[in-house]
C-alpha cells in the first residue's frame, strides 16, 4: 500500500461545494437578493446585501470531506485503489 497522493494521506480532501469555506451563498429569502424589505428599509436577515450565506450542507461547515480517492484511509493500494477492508493485512 501506498500513501495517498492526496493531501499527503491524512484522509480528507477540500470540499469542491464551498471550496473549503464551509459556507455557501444563495440568495436572501427574506428579500429576494434585493437589500431591502417591503418598507424600503434595510433588510434586517442580509444586511442590505441581498445574499444569505449557510453552512455547507456537503462538509458540514468544516470545509472538508472525507478524501474520494482512498474513502478516508489515508492510503490505496499499488493500484490507486483503497485498501480492502476484508483483505488479509
Not at 431591502?36 to 444586511?47: G, I, K, N, R, V
Not at 468544516?62 to 489515508?74: K, N, T, W, Y
Amino acid at each position: 500500500m501506498a500513501t495517498c497522493p492526496k493531501r499527503n494521506g491524512d484522509g480528507f480532501q477540500v470540499c469542491m461545494t464551498c471550496d473549503g469555506s464551509g459556507e455557501i451563498e444563495s440568495t436572501c429569502p427574506e428579500c429576494d437578493g434585493v437589500g431591502e424589505d417591503d418598507l424600503h428599509d434595510t433588510c434586517p436577515e442580509c444586511d442590505g446585501t441581498g445574499e444569505a450565506v449557510d453552512e455547507c450542507p456537503d462538509c458540514e461547515g468544516v470545509g472538508e470531506i472525507l478524501c474520494r480517492a482512498c474513502d478516508g484511509e489515508g492510503a490505496v493500494t499499488d493500484g490507486g485503489s483503497p485498501p480492502d477492508p476484508s483483505a488479509p493485512d
